[in-house]
């Protein structure tokens, strides 16, 4: 059963910074590209980042570009989403997710496996 497990969210002014935390497994971290998704209340869950494993690859989605990044410490096998210059356009429920398959494109496809999701919310 693949596992991932997500942490980090809270409330922040709008500027502020928050960094989420996602835990996987050794095998799912090394062997698929894992991201992070976001849904928006009364919107669809939107791809935010996602890296290739062993970070060879990002993709940042152009709402986010410039203030958000992702990166990986592969000691513990965790994935992070840095967000700094936060919105309150960006208030939303954050989920961890990996590819269930070794694809790599296109971005934001293919994504099986999901966290239980991180609250981020963002006020002015």
């Known amino acids: 059963q693949v596992q991932l497990v997500e942490s980090g969210g809270g409330s922040v002014q709008a500027g502020g910074s928050l960094r989420l935390s996602c835990a996987a497994s050794?095998?799912?971290?090394?062997?698929?590209?894992m991201g992070w998704f976001r849904q928006a209340p009364g919107k669809e869950r939107e791809g935010v980042a996602e890296?290739?494993?062993?970070?060879?690859?990002?993709y940042i989605t152009d709402s986010v570009k410039g203030r958000f990044t992702i990166s990986q410490d592969s000691a513990k096998n965790t994935l992070y989403l840095q967000m700094n210059n936060l919105k309150p356009g960006d208030t939303a429920i954050y989920y961890c997710?990996?590819?269930?398959?070794?694809?790599?494109?296109?971005?934001?496809?293919?994504?099986?496996?999901w966290g239980q999701g991180t609250q981020v919310t963002v006020f002015s």
């Open positions: 997710a990996a590819r269930t398959g070794e694809s790599r494109y296109p971005p934001f496809v293919g994504f099986g496996y």
């Open positions: 890296m290739y494993p062993g970070g060879a690859r990002t």
């Open positions: 050794r095998y799912i971290f090394t062997s698929r590209s």
